[in-house]
């Protein structure tokens, strides 16, 4: 999943404000102006790498002349003590960027890491890990891109993108059924997606034409009859509560599509250590 240069730079930039503000004064005070030095990224716990391109953009932004190596592809898994990226600049350079680097680089391999593990978990189900907009803030598209790195599959974007009923729409539009047929007169070439939480709603949304049934915080059984009755007159997907323990009982039930909103909202950085040792 391609990332705008553009977006890379402005999100690097505000990382790098918030953490340097008027300048690091521990670096300024103890590391002489043109002392150099080559650093190395590391694992320190197994899993998948991903946003070498930002963490690169974090040196660079602080030292123009700073040299990268990739050490370890992304989108592979790797095992603790992998070396990542090796950096060579000014020692106070990559001192400065060194925690935005980290934390951005850390944030989006944790969720490729833990989309491997999902993907792995429902390995020859046939269904695909979806993402979903539970993503931090301003990192939407860093978080979607790590989701892809790590196996799993991008759902819309955002709200433009997709017409997705949910609970509270179909409500306002007089039932799932009538939400379904709103959406499709009145956006006939968007993709439209409807939440079912019955069997009732299910059939309401087949009479209307949804192409996509999400079911929503059904169990197994539930799930495999609701896909039985589906049939092959819409694609389907299961959501709600979803973890690593049950998401291989969700897929089993014959579904296209499993979301993970903890994919992005809760998965934990993978943790990497950068050591920095002083050049002649």
């Not at 103890?30 to 694992?43: F, L, M, W």
């Not at 934390?103 to 695909?128: H, I, K």
């Not at 956006?187 to 087949?206: G, K, N, Q």
Request: glycine residues 10%; proline residues 6%; contains cysteine.
């Amino acid at each position: 999943m391609p990332l705008e240069p553009e977006l890379i730079r402005e999100v690097v930039a505000r990382a790098l404000a918030e953490d340097v503000g008027d300048g690091d004064i521990t670096t300024e005070a103890t590391v002489p102006p043109d002392a150099r030095g080559i650093a190395t990224i590391t694992q320190k716990a197994p899993g998948v790498v991903f946003g070498h391109a930002v963490a690169e953009e974090a040196f660079r932004q602080v030292d123009p002349e700073v040299e990268l190596q990739v050490l370890a592809p992304e989108g592979v898994w790797h095992e603790t003590g992998t070396p990542v990226l090796r950096v060579v600049g000014t020692a106070a350079g990559i001192l400065v960027a060194e925690r935005t680097a980290l934390n951005l680089l850390q944030r989006l391999s944790g969720v490729a890491t833990l989309t491997a593990r999902y993907v792995q978990a429902v390995d020859g189900t046939g269904a695909r890990v979806l993402d979903t907009r539970k993503t931090t803030p301003g990192l939407r598209a860093l978080e979607k891109a790590a989701v892809h790195a790590g196996g799993g599959t991008n759902h819309r974007f955002g709200l433009f993108d997709a017409v997705l009923i949910k609970e509270n729409h179909a409500a306002l539009a007089g039932g799932v059924g009538e939400a379904v047929r709103k959406a499709r007169e009145r956006f006939p070439d968007a993709p439209v997606e409807v939440e079912c939480s019955t069997m009732e709603e299910v059939d309401e949304a087949l009479e209307a034409g949804a192409p996509r049934i999400l079911l929503d915080n059904m169990d197994p059984p539930q799930l495999r009859e609701a896909v039985a009755r589906i049939g092959e007159r819409a694609s389907t997907e299961a959501s709600g509560g979803v973890t690593l323990a049950t998401v291989r009982s969700v897929a089993e039930a014959g579904l296209d599509f499993v979301s993970v909103g903890a994919l992005t909202h809760s998965a934990p950085a993978l943790d990497l250590s950068l050591i920095l040792e002083p050049l002649p």
